[in-house]
């Protein structure tokens, strides 16, 4: 074999005319199917082949997907996904993915027309934000992957760029987040050798935000301990409720603390496009650095988070590679100033900032804002069913577009019930809500999410959750 081309063009291009016109049906068609349905263990066994060593033909290939895969998908294109917060994907970001492919560009550095598109990608996301023009920024998995980054760059800014090399090691650093915050925070402390202990979680008020208060306290008693703090996180969007902490007090906080202010506005951030939600995130335009998904509520297809940094010399300092074989050059294909693998600590990067140009090119960002929009407007709806039902119980404000609540019932383990109405809803593939606990108590966790929700899917989702909920209380 040459090369991994075909001999014959003709084939490939019809099958590739074919999947296209596949997908194209499969998102238009959504409605029809279930939400989710499980993968028969049969077809599972399938799966399950030893290392394939010689050639199968494309189209028995792509046939195995149809059959094995596309159908038991995670389900979060379909209108009545509501769990967890995932996005619904859009089909112009779908095509991106296939022009991003195609070019096949690894986008860790050197000088070509892919890094552009990422800086005006990151500088959208800054004009978003409120950021200064010069912020900088690079995109990433999400963000997990963000966050993680927040806390290496808080650190080189506290303990300055030889951190690098002498390590933390001794130098009693700490952190400060709501104890609502997202489990990726403290994982990032673990990576980052500072360890989870390292992060002081303070307590959140009914509304689910973060007590500035004991926040103020907490620092002032890791002072008085000799300890040194060196970041506090504020949250746009908690996991569990959607809670939004006071951001402007927390960056008041850190300002006079000389503490890096970074915010997980993991989907929360996105908020900020649509005018009347933006009051709430007032303050996140003081921050040192944002962690946020294109991929949630702006709609684009995983993966695709972002970190944006008010100062970018932070991430140089924080990254920079100086390997002879990243040697930079004053012309040619190894010129180009800033290289994204200075900026963050992958060196082998995807295309993944061409289906967010592509998005935020076709769509508009006020149209991305209505579609935020509309979610908490359904969340608000919502919420007004489940306080109307007798049989419902509302257990958390609804702060932006997650709406927790329970059915109950007259006697029995309330919690196992709402587990079993929640799984009999996906088994049936109905809806696709997820659990949470929310006060020690197990709640139905709808966010609203995809684009393609309307309030006739909020409809069938409550009627869902009443009709299985009455069949087992009375079983």
């Known amino acids: 074999m040459d090369s991994l081309d075909p001999a014959d063009w003709s084939d490939l291009r019809a099958l590739g005319h074919r ?53 038991y998908a995670t389900g979060n294109l379909h209108p009545r996904f509501m769990g967890w917060v995932h996005g619904g994907g859009n089909p112009v970001g779908m095509l991106a993915e296939l022009l991003a492919a195609g070019l096949n560009a690894n986008l860790g550095g050197r000088d070509h027309a892919p890094i552009e598109v990422e800086r005006q990608v990151i500088a959208w996301a800054a004009e978003m934000l409120g950021f200064p023009s010069e912020a900088g920024g690079v995109l990433v998995t999400g963000s997990s992957m963000a966050n993680f980054i927040g806390v290496l760059v808080a650190r080189t800014a506290s303990e300055g760029p030889a951190v690098r090399q002498t390590g933390v090691s001794g130098r009693g650093l700490v952190g400060y987040a709501s104890a609502a915050a997202h489990g990726c925070l403290p994982r990032a402390m673990e990576m980052a050798g500072l360890g989870r202990e390292a992060l002081r979680m303070i307590p959140f008020d009914a509304d689910g935000r973060m007590r500035v208060d004991l926040l103020r306290q907490r620092i002032a008693q890791d002072r008085a301990a000799g300890l040194r703090p060196f970041l506090v996180v504020g949250t746009a969007g908690s996991v569990d409720i959607g809670a939004i902490d006071d951001l402007a007090a927390l960056a008041d906080v850190a300002a006079h603390e000389s503490l890096w202010f970074h915010v997980d506005g993991a989907f929360g951030a996105t908020a900020l496009l649509a005018p009347a939600l933006r009051p709430k995130l007032a303050g996140i335009e003081r921050a040192d650095s944002v962690a946020f998904d294109f991929h949630k509520w702006a709609q684009v297809p995983y993966d695709a988070g972002c970190v944006v940094v008010r100062d970018p010399t932070r991430q140089i300092e924080t990254f920079g590679a100086e390997a002879a074989y990243l040697r930079r050059e004053q012309r040619g294909l190894a010129g180009g100033g800033v290289w994204p693998c200075d900026l963050g600590p992958d060196l082998s990067r995807g295309f993944r900032a061409l289906k967010v140009w592509m998005t935020l090119s076709v769509y508009g960002a006020d149209a991305l804002g209505q579609v935020v929009q509309a979610g908490c407007d359904l969340a608000a709806a919502l919420a007004a069913r489940v306080d109307r039902e007798p049989e419902l119980e509302r257990l958390a404000p609804v702060a932006l577009n997650i709406v927790c609540f329970r059915y109950r019932a007259a006697a029995g383990d309330l919690d196992r019930l709402n587990a079993d109405i929640v799984a009999d809803l ?35 989702m409550v009627d869902a959750v009443l009709r299985l909920g009455r069949a087992r209380a009375a079983g």
Do not use: C, K
């Not at 049969?42 to 059959?67: K, T, W």
């Open 19 to 71: 999947m296209i016109d596949d997908m194209v049906d499969h998102l238009q068609t959504l409605r029809e199917g279930p939400v989710w349905q499980p993968m028969p263990e049969s077809l599972r066994a399938e799966l399950r082949q030893p290392l394939p060593r010689d050639p199968s033909p494309l189209g028995s290939v792509y046939a195995d997907f149809r059959r094995l895969v596309q159908p």
């Open 426 to 460: 996906q088994e049936a593939g109905i809806a696709a809500p997820s659990t949470t606990l929310v006060n020690g108590v197990l709640a139905i966790r709808a966010a609203l999410v995809n684009h393609r929700t309307t309030a006739d899917d909020i409809a069938i």
